[in-house]
């Protein structure tokens, strides 16, 4: 999943659930839970690997790695401004959107220091997506599961 629907969909669960419960902990909490609840769905990957691209810019590959950075950084930059222009603005809510990509960081980091605790959720993590990475859905429906969660994302953080 790109990170920009992990960052929306976070911010609006986190704020909603929030401003249900009033319990800050819960809230991050299910945000958290969220970045999985995405990953079960079929979706596009940015990244063909986080492991083959930290492996180039381990070995001193930054160059390699610029397109990488670059529609990472772009994304991140776009689910911030969604969130900017959907939303009332509040610094939890931003919080809640990097809650929400904390797992997918985890994997980054996971790949830099391997053989860490890390692996242990790096296994977990990759359960989630075995299933839609075993099946070939169309690319319709795993670019439609994306739109969806944006969407549904928006209309939760302006309502």
């Excluded at 930290?54 to 670059?70: P, Q, S, T, V």
């Excluded at 990097?98 to 959720?121: E, M, V, W, Y």
Aim: glycine letters at 6%.
């Amino acid at each position: 999943m790109i990170l920009l629907a992990h960052m929306v969909f976070g911010a609006a669960v986190g704020y909603k659930a929030y401003f249900l419960t009033n319990n800050i902990l819960l809230a991050g909490f299910l945000t958290l839970l969220s970045h999985y609840f995405l990953d079960a769905f079929p979706h596009v990957e940015y990244l063909k690997s986080t492991e083959e691209s930290i492996g180039r810019l381990k070995n001193g590959g930054f160059k390699e790695n610029l397109a990488d950075f670059a529609m990472v950084f772009s994304d991140f930059c776009t689910g911030l401004l969604i969130i900017f222009l959907a939303s009332t603005n509040q610094a939890v809510i931003y919080a809640f959107a990097l809650i929400g990509a904390i797992p997918d960081g985890l994997t980054i980091i996971n790949s830099l220091f391997p053989k860490t605790i890390l692996q242990k959720h790096q296994h977990m993590h990759a359960m989630v997506h075995y299933f839609t990475k075993i099946k070939k859905f169309p690319m319709f429906w795993r670019i439609a599961t994306q739109v969806l969660a944006v969407t549904i994302s928006i209309i939760l953080l302006k309502y």
